[in-house]
């Protein structure tokens, strides 16, 4: 349940500081537990779903329309089958290969956000590979050759890793809400986001909108975004047969130029990998985009032909990582 109209804060049993703003007032969100919910100076609270996340769409939500059960049960299905495993482990190591936990605004944290986080698959492999990077540290050999734009990479002992993942789809929000470390919350990208200004270190945005002001924003000098947008040739054995949209030329470009001014380019890498896809894949690769709005399972199963299998394709990827200035 939400409920933005100011409420009595009589006890708050021990609230958290986060790195949250409440979408109403700006004021900083806490969060307490038993009830788990998050609540701001001024009364504003946002109560857990009993699925774990919370709900931070007001006024009257959004104009946009949500992914779907059936959409994000298509996504972890063939995330789950490790067809998109290479990405995964680059985001990750862009991650650990360009942050720079100095100076940042915990000096035993790295605070993370996934804006249009989906399952969450994504932030749990950076999460995972942070953690890791920490317990080695204390092994130079380990670290010889890793670099972030010109200098030594230096993870902190002792990393905590705080995340946030923020999507528009409730759906896609109860599976993220079972991630370590994370905080799901749904709300429009569109909107500001409810952080605070320069409190993030990393920013992950994976074939998701990108709202190049609010990440300048809540981003921190010196702080990292990743983003990854699919090629123009992804998927093109596929894509006609499965119904899937088909991509525009030069979007490596257009996230540059969204970015530029608040942030500079310091890292850009291609990730390609073959697939070879079961009927039931495909179907899942079909409903798990933007093609799911349109269709449902069982139209896309009638337009392929299960003894075509296995269906081989190349998913080729941009990978950009980008400084704030």
């Known amino acids: 349940?939400?409920?933005?109209?100011?409420?009595?804060?009589?006890?708050?049993?021990?609230?958290?500081?986060?790195?949250l703003a409440c979408p109403v007032c700006r004021e900083s969100l806490l969060c307490a537990e038993e009830p788990r919910?998050?609540?701001?100076?001024?009364?504003?609270?946002?109560?857990?779903?009993?699925?774990?996340?919370f709900n931070l769409l007001t006024g009257r939500g959004t104009k946009f329309r949500e992914d779907t059960a059936e959409m994000v049960a298509a996504r972890a299905s063939f995330?789950?089958?490790?067809?998109?495993?290479?990405?995964?482990?680059?985001?990750?190591?862009?991650?650990?290969?360009?942050?720079?936990?100095?100076?940042?605004?915990?000096?035993?944290?790295?605070?993370?956000?996934?804006?249009g986080a989906g399952t969450g698959y994504y932030l749990d492999r950076v999460i995972g590979a942070l953690e890791s990077t920490a317990t080695r540290r204390d092994h130079p050999e380990q670290r010889q050759g890793q670099e972030h734009c010109g200098s030594a990479v230096r993870v902190p002992p002792q990393l905590e890793v705080q995340a946030i993942a923020l999507d528009i789809s409730r759906y896609a929000m109860r599976r993220a809400a079972r991630i370590r470390r994370t905080t799901a919350l749904v709300c429009d990208l569109w909107q500001p986001l409810p952080l605070h200004d320069a409190g993030v270190d990393v920013l992950l945005n994976v074939f998701a909108p990108r709202n190049g002001a609010e990440y300048g924003r809540v981003v921190r000098p010196g702080g990292l975004v990743v983003v990854v947008t699919p090629l123009p040739h992804h998927l093109g054995e596929v894509r006609a047969v499965l119904g899937l949209l088909g991509i525009a030329e030069g979007k490596e470009n257009a996230v540059a130029e969204r970015l530029t001014g608040a942030f500079e380019e310091c890292g850009s890498l291609t990730v390609e990998t073959a697939l070879e896809l079961g009927a039931d894949?495909?179907?899942?690769?079909?409903?798990?985009?933007?093609?799911?709005h349109h269709s449902d399972r069982a139209g896309i199963r009638a337009r392929i032909d299960p003894a075509a299998a296995p269906f081989r394709t190349t998913a080729a990827f941009r990978v950009q990582a980008f400084r704030r200035r």
């Not at 100011?6 to 049993?13: D, G, V, Y």
């Not at 995330?79 to 000096?107: F, I």
């Not at 894949?281 to 799911?292: H, N, Q, S, Y």
């Open 37 to 53: 919910r998050l609540i701001c100076p001024t009364g504003h609270r946002y109560d857990a779903a009993k699925q774990g996340y």
């Open 79 to 115: 995330q789950t089958a490790g067809h998109y495993e290479a990405l995964a482990a680059q985001v990750a190591a862009t991650v650990v290969r360009h942050l720079d936990p100095v100076g940042a605004t915990d000096a035993e944290a790295v605070r993370i956000v996934d804006a």
């Open 1 to 19: 349940m939400t409920d933005s109209t100011p409420q009595p804060a009589a006890i708050q049993p021990r609230p958290r500081q986060t790195m």
């Open 281 to 292: 894949d495909a179907v899942d690769l079909a409903m798990m985009g933007p093609a799911g």
